[in-house]
């Protein structure tokens, strides 16, 4: 077993010395810690974006800048004018279908409103979409610059608006079209009754009187319906083609001021970034 006692060593420098403990290793103590502070101080703000960059690198930026510029214009030009064709081309099978299963003498005011509407929201529809590419167009020119903010993209409305003109759905009428309406009805009533003639008088049938309307009412009423179905087709007709060429104009106005949106978007963004940059570029 361990002894707990001190250990006593003996030398032989003398009486006085002979019995002198041993002392205790003892570990130093080391200072303690200071203290971490409470609050850290804040980092220094972040320099403006002059300070971060040098002058070449702005130069070098601007360089690439038009390059960047006319390749992102024209594919959000390219994307804004198939997306116009394509809702246009929707609106026009639909006013077709529409025109198809009416009346268009009787149901043309509902045509009208449809058909303005229809077209208007379809092209602010395009215009949303283009001004959102070149806004995100925006923002990806000022990480291109490392600029700390984008240049803002607000548009003002659009101007082109729809108003389909009703009176292209008249149907010129011929000449004598109202008589030879007259004569198509009448020689069918007159079948008929020749049918009843042929019936009771050569055939010798003994068929009452009354009878003899059904012929005339069923040949004159099928002629009446073929003419009724033959005016409503031509209506169609004209409907068809009158909605066709107001959507064509319509496209084409459509399309001429998206031109000029993307042109004054061009221009305003390319300004906007060239005004901040140049001073960049020029300072030494």
Same mark, same amino acid.
């Given at each position: 077993?361990?002894?707990?006692?001190? #250990?006593?060593?003996?030398?032989?420098?003398?009486?006085?010395?002979c019995l002198m403990?041993?002392?205790?290793?003892?570990?130093?103590?080391?200072?303690?810690?200071?203290?971490?502070?409470?609050?850290?101080?804040?980092?220094?703000?972040?320099?403006?974006?002059?300070?971060?960059?040098?002058?070449?690198? &702005?130069?070098?930026?601007?360089?690439?800048?038009?390059?960047?510029?006319?390749?992102?214009?024209? @594919?959000?030009?390219?994307?804004?004018? &198939?997306?116009?064709?394509?809702?246009?081309? #929707? =609106?026009?099978?639909?006013?077709?279908?529409?025109?198809?299963?009416?009346?268009?003498?009787? #149901?043309?005011? *509902?045509?009208?409103?449809?058909?303005?509407?229809?077209?208007?929201? *379809?092209?602010? $529809?395009?215009?949303?979409? #283009?001004?959102?590419?070149?806004? @995100? !167009?925006?923002?990806?020119?000022?990480?291109?610059?490392?600029?700390? /903010?984008?240049?803002? =993209?607000?548009?003002?409305? /659009?101007? =082109?608006?729809?108003? !389909?003109?009703?009176?292209?759905?008249?149907?010129?009428?011929?000449k004598n079209s109202?008589?030879?309406?007259?004569?198509?009805? /009448?020689?069918?009533?007159?079948?008929?009754?020749?049918? !009843?003639?042929?019936?009771?008088?050569?055939?010798?049938?003994?068929?009452?009187?009354?009878? /003899?309307?059904?012929?005339?009412?069923?040949?004159? $009423?099928?002629?009446?319906?073929?003419?009724?179905?033959?005016?409503?087709?031509?209506?169609? &007709?004209?409907?068809? *083609?009158?909605?066709?060429?107001?959507? $064509?104009? !319509?496209?084409?106005?459509?399309?001429?001021?998206?031109? *000029?949106?993307?042109?004054?978007?061009?221009?305003?963004?390319?300004?906007?970034?060239?005004?901040?940059?140049?001073?960049?570029?020029?300072?030494?």
């Amino acid at each position: 077993m361990l002894s707990t006692q001190e #250990t006593v060593i003996t030398t032989s420098a003398g009486p006085s010395a002979c019995l002198m403990p041993l002392p205790r290793l003892v570990r130093p103590v080391r200072p303690a810690r200071p203290a971490a502070p409470a609050v850290r101080p804040a980092r220094p703000a972040r320099p403006v974006a002059r300070a971060d960059r040098s002058a070449d690198f &702005y130069r070098e930026r601007a360089s690439q800048w038009g390059e960047l510029r006319a390749t992102a214009f024209e @594919a959000i030009s390219s994307r804004a004018a &198939y997306d116009l064709r394509a809702r246009i081309a #929707t =609106v026009m099978t639909e006013a077709q279908d529409h025109v198809e299963d009416t009346d268009p003498g009787r #149901t043309g005011a *509902e045509l009208k409103a449809w058909l303005d509407a229809r077209l208007v929201t *379809e092209l602010h $529809g395009t215009r949303h979409g #283009t001004v959102a590419a070149v806004r @995100a !167009f925006s923002a990806r020119a000022a990480a291109h610059f490392a600029l700390p /903010g984008t240049v803002p =993209v607000d548009p003002g409305p /659009g101007r =082109v608006t729809s108003d !389909f003109d009703t009176a292209r759905l008249a149907v010129n009428k011929k000449k004598n079209s109202t008589l030879s309406t007259s004569i198509n009805i /009448g020689m069918r009533a007159y079948m008929g009754f020749m049918i !009843f003639f042929v019936l009771t008088q050569v055939m010798a049938l003994a068929v009452p009187a009354w009878i /003899g309307l059904l012929p005339v009412l069923l040949l004159g $009423g099928v002629a009446l319906f073929e003419e009724h179905r033959k005016r409503v087709e031509q209506r169609q &007709y004209q409907a068809s *083609e009158a909605v066709a060429q107001h959507i $064509g104009e !319509f496209a084409d106005r459509a399309s001429r001021e998206m031109e *000029e949106l993307l042109r004054d978007l061009d221009l305003g963004v390319d300004t906007a970034y060239r005004s901040r940059v140049e001073p960049l570029m020029a300072a030494v």
